[in-house]
């Protein structure tokens, strides 16, 4: 049974941190891409960062790059966001994806995490 498994939200002011963890279970991440999307209230889902186990390749929306940094561990087959001076505007549900790819858009998405809330205030 795949599942993806994601903890670490919570309520912080703006200029603090946070680290998001994504466990998965059922199969393992080495070769697939983890992603992490949020979505704010009344907003579009977004894609915020994107790790391809398989080829090491990198991304990250251009709202929190130089702020977010995203990591895998394979051997616990986990992967992390960590999150620093976030800002009011971070604000939403953190959800965690797994897709048989090197991108982590959403037509290459297989599995859906549910969501973490994170709420920075100001």
């Known amino acids: 049974d795949v599942q993806l498994q994601a903890s670490g939200g919570g309520l912080v002011q703006a200029g603090g941190s946070l680290r998001l963890s994504c466990a998965a279970s059922g199969f393992t991440i080495d070769e697939y891409a983890i992603g992490w999307y949020r979505q704010a209230p009344g907003k579009e889902r977004e894609e915020v960062s994107c790790?391809?186990?398989?080829?090491?390749?990198?991304t990250y929306a251009d709202s929190v790059k130089g702020r977010f940094a995203i990591s895998s561990d394979n051997a616990k087959n986990t992967v992390y966001l960590q999150m620093n001076s976030l800002k009011p505007e971070d604000t939403g549900v953190y959800y965690c994806t797994a897709g048989y790819d090197v991108v982590c858009s959403m037509p290459y998405v297989d599995f859906w995490g549910k969501g973490t809330q994170v709420t920075v205030s100001s």
């Open positions: 790790i391809s186990n398989s080829d090491g390749r990198i």
